[in-house]
């Protein structure tokens, strides 16, 4: 399912195998939540040079599974030609529904009052059900900040529920809050189960930035080499490049579409944001050859934003996913041809 090209340090190019496509690595993921990248058509999330996303099992459950099951499944459902991975929805389950966190599961509360389970062969039959390419153990996530009898009860449920969800096409989710010793005791003990790969989960959530790269960095010499590495909930170009530099190969997050939608966009060496009269230009990023970087002109994009006209938004979204996909190639292309990641000097788009 993962071959490994190069290695360059802890830094890792690969080939994930799925059934919609052979995936270079590293890889970022654009958040479909609900079977939809916000403002963006299939084709043109294809065009920002997107070839994986991830959807959310929990939602889909919630709004329509046997509306995707009816399409055929979730790629003829999207419209989407790509590999697709699903979240199980433990995350979501405990930060947005009222529950209860047992030996058996999530139990919780829909907000139209009905009452459900989420077990974790139950979160792998939705996920599967949809057709997906990789499913994600259900996991058990603690808030931060977190008291450590509550990250090591988490880090308890997480195992227990790993060994309960083995099998093939499907990736464990580690957890461990911030504390060192319980991230290594996670990925020990889910390490040597029968997975295809491991996800880094409950990071990205209010930790301090250093901190978050700190559990990264101390999980990565606990998992298999020949398996693949997910960092959840992870967008930032700057914090791809360093999580790759440590052995990461695959990443999703909201973070470059929500920018976006907010009126951020990426450039190399930072960020614009739009819809302020101070904000001039032609050229929004000369080195990038996205639609909105052909097309429109930085004033054109900023005066959008102003008039809160929804077009910014579609713009903006094909030029974020851009950039971020960039970033990983970039990445990719570095390690193929032996060369390091500097982390304390900037993502390096002119060295390959």
Avoid at 129 to 142: E, K, N, Q, R, Y
Avoid at 199 to 227: D, F, Q, Y
Avoid at 272 to 295: F, P, Q, S
Wanted: hydrophobic share 40%; with cysteine; aromatic share 6%.
């Amino acid at each position: 399912m993962f071959e490994i090209a190069a290695r360059q340090g802890q830094a890792r190019a690969g080939v994930l195998h799925t059934r919609h496509g052979d995936i270079q690595t590293p890889v970022f993921l654009p958040v479909a939540t609900k079977g939809a990248i916000k403002t963006l058509t299939p084709m043109e999330a294809w065009t920002t040079g997107s070839r994986m996303l991830i959807v959310n099992a929990l939602h889909l459950y919630r709004r329509g599974r046997e509306r995707v099951r009816r399409a055929g499944g979730i790629h003829s459902f999207m419209g989407w030609n790509g590999a697709i991975v699903s979240d199980s929805g433990g995350f979501q389950l405990i930060k947005q529904f009222p529950c209860e966190i047992g030996t058996d599961g999530i139990r919780f509360t829909m907000p139209d009052g009905t009452r459900d389970i989420f077990t974790p062969e139950k979160s792998i039959e939705v996920q599967e059900s949809l057709g997906v390419d990789i499913a994600l153990a259900l996991d058990d996530c603690p808030s931060y900040p977190a008291e450590p009898e509550r990250v090591t009860s988490a880090v308890d449920t997480t195992i227990r529920w790993a060994e309960r969800c083995q099998g093939r096409g499907r990736f464990a989710i580690l957890q461990g809050g911030t504390i060192e010793a319980e991230r290594v005791r996670c990925a020990r003990a889910i390490a040597g189960m029968d997975f295809d790969g491991y996800a880094v989960g409950g990071l990205c959530i209010g930790e301090p930035k250093e901190m978050m790269h700190r559990m990264v960095e101390a999980t990565m010499p606990h998992l298999p080499p020949g398996k693949p590495r997910h960092l959840m909930g992870v967008g930032s170009p700057e914090d791809i490049w360093r999580a790759v530099a440590a052995g990461v190969d695959i990443f999703d997050s909201a973070y470059p579409t929500r920018n976006a939608r907010h009126g951020t966009i990426f450039i190399p060496g930072g960020k614009v944001n739009l819809g302020r009269a101070k904000t001039t230009g032609d050229t929004i990023d000369e080195t990038c050859g996205c639609y909105t970087c052909r097309h429109v002109t930085l004033d054109y994009l900023n005066h959008l934003f102003r008039e809160k006209d929804p077009l910014g938004a579609r713009l903006a979204t094909i030029h974020n996913l851009t950039h971020v996909n960039r970033v990983v190639a970039a990445a990719r292309e570095r390690i193929l041809a032996g060369k390091t990641l500097k982390t304390n000097t900037g993502i390096q788009f002119d060295a390959v």
